[in-house]
């Protein structure tokens, strides 16, 4: 076999893992690898703005399509800003491969230009990587990358290449690896941890199944299985924040989101449950509350194909190390052979309904002023024909969102869960556009956030992407200023944004279509514009600057110490309208 460059070996490997998107930056690190694209027409280079956005982009694109993202990106610089959303894809369990440059072999460790220790900076914020010296490695490697990337726990793999194995000639390696000699994750439950289970469910009198992002990951089927195993018992779900869509937000066993900003009924039955069912979560600070006193009563199952996640927080009465998807698969087949029948859980239902009747995401009105959780609700109703893709960025509009847009299907929610990432929103959506060329794709987002990386706006212009951005605006950065108000006394230290730009403006500046909404009669008018409007649109939606986020547990309690919105004082509304005359 004829031998190759590094770098044309490299992007041969991308094609029969079968890669047709890359996300990148150039520079002079990885110009061989580029040079390869070139003469490539099957794999399509996505060039962002900044390295972040690549891995961000990727992310989108991985969690919208199911495969996993790819990013190209040079050494030193380039490196260390991809490292955010290495991170973010690795507490999230996003699958990522990426491909960093790194300086020439005898360089390394001499202080280069540009040279940064790409391995030791990704050592823990990724799920491996590799430092390649030999060409002819190289395609081993790659294929390996590919594996780990997308086998038990997803997660991001980087791959460093110095600039002269990109340029040295090589073997092609073998076919794409299908097994590794060391990593073998284990990812079927034995028909005795199933009928463990089956026998726990069977006998619970208030039963809750919990789950995560792991049944997004497992793959639509996980889903589905997700959806029968409630309907043959009858008990309710709920979700984490990555979870959302797994389970269909118009079945009424759905109890909503749980967690610091979820519902009241879903904390209240987590922290009452006699059986709590873990499938593909990880028992978050963010969901539990405080430690000592999260589900007290409850025996618990935990279903995670991560082994290091089982017992890490929470101890658990059943832990079960399996791919949540073929677990969920066994339980729904066992039930059946078993001709189990579901438990008679109406008093279960009564003491929900009862929690439910607090109506905990009811929020005040006002007709001079558009609250956030109105903008939210119109936009659903008005997008909810079109199935859309919604990213956010993160803070209160993305808890908003989360309360108030509603999920049938998964993979139409991309947020930045465990790493709460600013600059998420806008990227992810451009990646999902780039797979999805014909849906309806927006990103929910402050403006706070937007500003992370506001520079991708060009990346929509080029690819001519119709990314639409809907901006609920108050001015604030507004989850600091809501800790601020509860936890600081309102000293609002560096909370308030005082010189934002004209949105609208600069959208146009970047060949957008700019849309600013201020009255609550605009709001609907507005909405339909953006939707109706080729091409990318940002909306500058100017809503209430004092609005809180509610239910909301407090850091370090428990979640029968929620706030409820009922709690707040609404009269500060009425002073920020007063100063709108």
């Not at 290495?86 to 390394?108: C, E, H, N, R």
């Not at 009924?265 to 978050?284: K, P, S, T």
């Not at 066992?334 to 109406?346: A, F, I, Q, V």
């Not at 992370?452 to 639409?468: D, G, H, S």
Request: charge should be negative.
């Amino acid at each position: 076999m004829a031998e190759k460059s590094g770098a044309d070996i490299l992007v041969d490997t991308l094609v029969e893992q079968g890669v047709e998107v890359i996300f990148g930056y150039p520079g002079g690190a990885v110009l061989p690898i580029y040079d390869a694209i070139f003469e490539h027409p099957k794999i399509r280079h996505i060039l962002v703005r900044h390295e972040q956005a690549a891995t961000h982009a990727a992310e989108g694109y991985a969690r919208a399509t199911g495969k996993p993202g790819v990013v190209l990106v040079t050494s030193g610089p380039g490196a260390t800003n991809a490292v955010t959303g290495i991170t973010d894809a690795f507490m999230d369990s996003i699958p990522m491969v990426v491909i960093t440059g790194q300086v020439p072999t005898p360089l390394i460790g001499s202080d280069a230009f540009q040279e940064a220790d790409t391995v030791g900076i990704t050592r823990h914020c990724c799920k491996h990587n590799y430092l390649v010296k030999d060409p002819a490695k190289l395609g081993a490697v790659m294929h390996e990358a590919f594996f780990i990337a997308t086998h038990g726990r997803p997660g991001p793999v980087v791959v460093d290449i110095p600039k002269d194995v990109q340029v040295a000639k090589g073997s092609p390696s073998a076919a794409p690896v299908s097994s590794h000699k060391s990593y073998r994750p284990k990812t079927s439950a034995n028909t005795a941890e199933v009928d463990a289970a089956l026998d726990l469910i069977a006998k619970a009198d208030a039963p809750i199944f919990y789950t995560g992002g792991g049944i997004i990951n497992s793959g639509p089927e996980a889903s589905a299985s997700l959806r029968r195993i409630a309907e043959l018992t009858g008990a309710p779900v709920t979700s984490t924040l990555m979870g959302l869509g797994a389970f269909p937000a118009t079945s009424p066993q759905w109890m909503g989101m749980l967690g610091m900003h979820g519902t009241y009924e879903a904390n209240m039955a987590m922290n009452r449950a006699d059986l709590v069912i873990c499938l593909g979560a990880r028992f978050d600070d963010r969901v539990t509350g405080r430690l000592d006193a999260f589900s007290p009563d409850s025996t618990k199952i935990h279903v995670d194909i991560d082994r290091s996640s089982i017992n890490k927080t929470v101890a658990v009465d059943l832990p079960i190390v399996a791919d949540v998807g073929d677990f969920l698969d066994a339980l729904c087949a066992r039930w059946e052979e078993r001709k189990l029948e579901g438990r008679d859980l109406s008093e279960w239902w009564a003491r929900i309904k009862g929690w439910r009747a607090t109506e905990c995401l009811a929020y005040p009105e006002h007709d001079k002023l558009i609250m956030p959780q109105r903008a939210i609700e119109n936009l659903f109703k008005a997008t909810r024909d079109h199935n859309p893709i919604i990213t956010t960025e993160v803070g209160q509009h993305q808890m908003w969102a989360a309360q108030h847009f509603h999920f049938d299907d998964p993979n139409k929610w991309l947020t930045s869960g465990g790493l709460g990432t600013m600059g998420y929103g806008l990227p992810a959506a451009i990646g999902a556009q780039i797979a999805f060329p014909d849906a309806l794709v927006i990103d929910i987002a402050g403006e706070a956030s937007i500003q992370m990386n506001i520079q991708e706006l060009a990346t929509a212009t080029q690819y001519r992407l119709p990314v639409k951005i809907f901006i609920l605006n108050n001015e604030y950065m507004g989850m600091v200023r809501q800790w601020q108000e509860l936890t600081y006394e309102s000293r609002y230290s560096s909370s308030y944004s005082d010189a934002l730009p004209d949105f609208v403006k600069l959208g146009e500046a970047y060949g957008w279509t700019g849309i600013r909404i201020d009255k609550p009669e605009e709001l609907d008018s507005g909405i339909e514009t953006m939707i109706n409007t080729d091409g990318p649109v940002i909306v500058d939606c100017r809503v209430a600057k004092l609005a809180n986020c509610f239910p909301m547990i407090p850091s370090g309690a428990a979640h029968t110490e929620m706030l409820l919105q009922a709690d707040e004082v609404s009269g500060k509304m009425d002073d920020e309208a007063k100063a709108l005359v």
